[in-house]
Structures are given as structure tokens and as C-alpha cells.
């Protein structure tokens, strides 16, 4: 039996800064009602349940007003809460759904219409070994990028970065465009000189990936401040400012120890570190969402 995750925090610290008009948190995810969207089976943890309006008040608490919604592995292909959190709020939300490929066109121009601009791939491994149970790996996406395409998807990549050299090339080659998820995964123990993290930058650097700076709580090493991270989300702006977005990863999933969950204030609050000039955040928070999400 998987393990039960600790919910998210309902309070915040307070946000040290004004967030832009149309600040997007571009990375959270929501789950259930089970009873009509049931997780999977075969999972990794297990979350409680988080809807449309409890992620609207999410953004509210931040300060922000758009967001993006990514079907977490333990949902497998389920994508329905995630659509229908869609349907509820049109024009502030969008999503990355988790798809086989043998989704009809029908389908997919459905949820390219309620806001889908994108489609998850899990191809994180650490040792050899897959992290998370479920998501689709390379075969799918080579198989149905040619489909994304055409409706200008692109595909985002949840992989550990020493991967990233050997994956690269056949990423690329798909001409989808590429958003690296959290960092490339990588852990701050390992020092932003590491050849997996340089080989990231220089794919931001040259355009043919974005990137996330999300997810500073999965790759620190300390419990407090993140001041281990801050070189690696600076090495990522400086590498390209207009391939840079940022996600919370709002509810937190696969947190077991009460004092470990994240507080979506100092995770926001990061910004004014990562990103002291108020037009570099508006970049990253509202002009390259808006250009790779479709707003």
C-alpha cells in the first residue's frame, strides 16, 4: 500500500514582493473527486484530494492569477479532474495532460479546445531505475509527436539531467519544443559544475529546451532558505531569461514528515532572490507562459 501524503499548507508567509498582473504559477497539479477520477492502482504515494477552486485559492494566496495543471503520475492516463478543472476556469488555466498514443484526434482536439497545450513524459530515472511509477516514456512520445505538432504542443520532460546528453538527440529531432521540468532534477549536493546541470544550461542557452526553475524543494540539500539552490535557478536565467518559467508544484505531493512541507510563501519569496529585477520577473512569471502555454 503506497503512503498517505501530508496536505498541503492552508496559510503561507507572507509575499515579500507584487507579483505581476498575470503572474502564472506554471506547475501544480489537482486530484480527484476520486469517486469520479480514481487514482491508479499501481502508485507511488497516495495524495488527497485538491480541486479547480481549492488551486484557485492557491493562486489567490500567492498573488497570482493563471496556472498551469500537469497530471501527476499517480493518476496514470486519468486526466479527468485535470479537464475538468479546465472547463471551470477557461481562461485562467491550462494544462499538460499524460496520454498513450492511442488517443484519437478527436481527443486531442477536444483538449487542445478546453486548454491543453502540452503532454508529459516521464523519463526520470535515478540509478537506472524508474522514481515514479506510471507516466509514458520516449516510445510514446515518438510516436505521437508528429500529432502534437500539429497542434503546437510541446512535451514536457520529467528527467534527471546526467540523462539529458544521451537523450538529447532524440529529443530534439522531434521538433517538438522542450520543457525540462524542475531543474533537470538535479540534486544541489552535486554543484552546478556537474555535466548533467552545464549540459541543461547550454540546451536553455540555445533555445532547443525550456525550463522550469520549480521544484527547489525536491533538489535542495538544507531544510531552510534554499540558499543551496539559488545557484542552480541562476545559472538557468542566466543561460536564456526567455526560456525560463516557474512552477510552485502546489499541493506537494509525496511528503511524509510534517515538517518537511513546503510553504508556498518562501517558495514564491525565492523570486525577489532568483529574479531581483522587477521587468526579468515579469518575463518569467507572465510573457514566457503566455508565449508557451498559449494564453
Same mark, same amino acid.
Given at each position: 500500500?503506497?503512503? =498517505?501524503?501530508?496536505?498541503?499548507?492552508?496559510?503561507? +508567509?507572507?509575499?515579500? $514582493?507584487?507579483?505581476?498582473?498575470?503572474?502564472?504559477?506554471? /506547475?501544480? /497539479? &489537482?486530484?480527484?473527486?476520486?469517486?469520479?477520477?480514481?487514482?491508479?492502482?499501481?502508485?507511488?504515494?497516495?495524495?488527497?484530494?485538491?480541486?479547480?477552486?481549492?488551486?484557485?485559492?492557491?493562486?489567490?494566496?500567492?498573488?497570482?492569477?493563471? !496556472?498551469?495543471?500537469?497530471?501527476?503520475?499517480?493518476? !496514470?492516463? *486519468? *486526466?479527468?479532474?485535470?479537464?475538468?478543472?479546465? +472547463?471551470?476556469?477557461?481562461?485562467? $488555466?491550462?494544462?499538460? #495532460?499524460?496520454?498513450?498514443?492511442? &488517443?484519437?484526434?478527436?481527443?486531442?482536439?477536444?483538449? /487542445?479546445?478546453?486548454?491543453?497545450?502540452? =503532454?508529459?513524459?516521464?523519463?526520470?530515472?535515478? *540509478?537506472?531505475?524508474?522514481?515514479?511509477?506510471?507516466?509514458?516514456?520516449?516510445?510514446?512520445?515518438?510516436?505521437?509527436?508528429?500529432?502534437?505538432?500539429?497542434?503546437?504542443?510541446?512535451? +514536457?520532460?520529467?528527467?534527471?539531467?546526467?540523462?539529458?546528453?544521451?537523450?538529447?538527440?532524440?529529443?530534439?529531432?522531434?521538433?517538438?519544443?522542450?520543457?525540462?521540468?524542475?531543474?533537470?532534477?538535479?540534486?544541489?549536493?552535486?554543484?552546478? /559544475?556537474?555535466?548533467? $546541470?552545464?549540459?541543461?544550461?547550454?540546451? #536553455?542557452?540555445?533555445?532547443?529546451?525550456?525550463?522550469? =526553475?520549480?521544484?527547489?524543494?525536491?533538489?535542495?540539500?538544507?531544510?531552510?532558505?534554499?540558499?543551496?539552490?539559488?545557484?542552480?535557478?541562476?545559472?538557468? =536565467?542566466?543561460? *536564456?531569461?526567455?526560456?525560463? #518559467?516557474?512552477?510552485?508544484?502546489?499541493?506537494?505531493?509525496?511528503?511524509?514528515?510534517?515538517?518537511?512541507?513546503?510553504?508556498?510563501?518562501?517558495?514564491?519569496?525565492?523570486?525577489?532572490?532568483?529574479?531581483?529585477?522587477?521587468?526579468?520577473?515579469? +518575463?518569467?512569471?507572465?510573457?514566457?507562459?503566455?508565449?508557451?502555454?498559449?494564453?
Amino acid at each position: 500500500m503506497s503512503k =498517505i501524503c501530508l496536505p498541503a499548507k492552508s496559510s503561507v +508567509q507572507p509575499i515579500l $514582493f507584487s507579483p505581476p498582473s498575470l503572474a502564472c504559477d506554471s /506547475h501544480v /497539479h &489537482v486530484f480527484g473527486p476520486f469517486s469520479k477520477y480514481p487514482l491508479s492502482e499501481d502508485r507511488s504515494y497516495t495524495p488527497g484530494e485538491y480541486s479547480a477552486h481549492d488551486f484557485l485559492a492557491h493562486l489567490q494566496r500567492i498573488g497570482f492569477s493563471r !496556472g498551469v495543471l500537469v497530471t501527476a503520475s499517480v493518476c !496514470g492516463t *486519468n *486526466n479527468g479532474g485535470l479537464l475538468e478543472a479546465l +472547463q471551470t476556469f477557461p481562461t485562467i $488555466f491550462r494544462g499538460v #495532460v499524460v496520454c498513450n498514443n492511442d &488517443v484519437t484526434d478527436g481527443e486531442l482536439d477536444h483538449w /487542445h479546445a478546453l486548454g491543453v497545450r502540452g =503532454i508529459r513524459f516521464n523519463l526520470l530515472r535515478k *540509478n537506472g531505475q524508474a522514481v515514479y511509477r506510471n507516466g509514458v516514456g520516449l516510445e510514446v512520445l515518438e510516436a505521437i509527436a508528429p500529432r502534437m505538432l500539429a497542434r503546437g504542443w510541446h512535451a +514536457q520532460i520529467w528527467v534527471h539531467a546526467p540523462d539529458l546528453q544521451e537523450l538529447a538527440p532524440k529529443l530534439i529531432k522531434l521538433s517538438l519544443p522542450l520543457v525540462i521540468d524542475h531543474m533537470g532534477r538535479m540534486d544541489t549536493v552535486h554543484g552546478i /559544475h556537474h555535466p548533467g $546541470f552545464q549540459y541543461l544550461c547550454r540546451m #536553455v542557452s540555445d533555445g532547443s529546451a525550456w525550463v522550469k =526553475i520549480s521544484g527547489a524543494d525536491r533538489i535542495r540539500a538544507h531544510q531552510h532558505h534554499y540558499d543551496d539552490v539559488d545557484g542552480f535557478a541562476g545559472a538557468l =536565467i542566466k543561460a *536564456n531569461l526567455e526560456r525560463i #518559467v516557474w512552477g510552485s508544484d502546489w499541493p506537494h505531493i509525496n511528503y511524509f514528515e510534517k515538517t518537511a512541507v513546503p510553504d508556498d510563501g518562501d517558495l514564491t519569496n525565492l523570486l525577489l532572490r532568483w529574479l531581483p529585477n522587477e521587468k526579468d520577473r515579469e +518575463q518569467v512569471l507572465v510573457k514566457n507562459p503566455a508565449q508557451l502555454y498559449n494564453f
